[in-house]
């Protein structure tokens, strides 16, 4: 049983471009959640999909999307990136989307702007 | 709204020595609490979890938890560190509102010096 993937690893790019950033979840699991993580700070929380619709959101502006697809693997696109956009995103997986459903998370992919 | 508050971003401690790595938190409901690590260039790993009984949760890796409800705490110990329990340290919140869906605090990086 494979876990978490993302890609790319690393990333760079110049503001104003936009990215994707791919998640393939754990086998089984119907439920992602994307979360930022700026150096030297906690994750925060962008938002969840539930088989296949945006179950939740955190305090992201609407440049910041995602989709989730039929197999459950996810995309995260950024337009208009700002210097402040460079972080390591996370993906995380589970079962299901209640508080007893343990996130799995993948080891992200580190965005640079520049 | 929930949040978590990480009193000690630094935790020096020598080999062998105990430790604790405190967590406060603030929420209008009742709440689920997650302890994570996070070795370097890795994603996060869930090292325990309280959801309800018993206030005392042992995790991974020798490391406890003990939930204080009057105290809104959720401080992680572990008897005896070694030098691999190096890394940072993320608390997490949750409630039913929110299900998996994570707030983190800032992080306490845990330094085991030999």
């Known amino acids: 049983e494979t876990g978490v993937t993302q890609s790319p690893t690393h990333l760079i790019k110049t503001r104003g471009q936009q990215v994707t950033l791919r998640c393939s979840s754990q086998?089984?699991?119907?439920?992602v959640s994307w979360y930022q993580q700026a150096l030297g700070q906690g994750p925060q929380f962008i938002f969840q999909?539930?088989?296949?619709?945006?179950?939740g959101r955190g305090n992201f502006p609407p440049r910041f999307s995602g989709l989730q697809f039929p197999n459950y693997s996810s995309e995260l696109n950024v337009n208009a990136l700002e210097l402040d956009d460079s972080a390591l995103y996370l993906c995380?997986?589970?079962?299901?989307?209640?508080?007893?459903?343990?996130?799995?998370f993948g080891p992200g992919t580190r965005l640079t702007v520049l | 709204a929930q949040s978590v508050t990480q009193l000690d971003s630094q935790v020096p401690v020598f080999e062998e020595a105990p430790v604790e790595l405190r967590c406060n938190y603030s929420?209008?409901?009742?709440?689920?609490l997650f302890w994570y690590v996070q070795y370097p260039n890795q994603g996060l790993q869930l090292l325990l979890k309280?959801?309800?009984?018993?206030?005392l949760v042992k995790g991974i890796n020798g490391f406890e938890a003990e939930f204080n409800k009057s105290q809104t705490s959720f401080h992680l110990r572990k008897p005896s560190v070694h030098i691999s329990d190096t890394a940072e340290y993320f608390c997490?919140?949750?409630?039913?509102?929110?299900?998996?869906?994570?707030?983190f605090g800032g992080g306490t990086r845990l330094m085991v010096k030999p």
């Open positions: 995380a997986s589970s079962w299901d989307r209640g508080f007893v459903d343990t996130q799995y």
């Open positions: 086998s089984g699991h119907n439920t």
């Open positions: 999909y539930y088989r296949e619709e945006e179950n």
């Open positions: 929420s209008s409901v009742s709440v689920y």
């Open positions: 309280y959801l309800s009984g018993s206030t």
């Open positions: 997490a919140v949750s409630d039913s509102r929110a299900g998996n869906m994570l707030t």
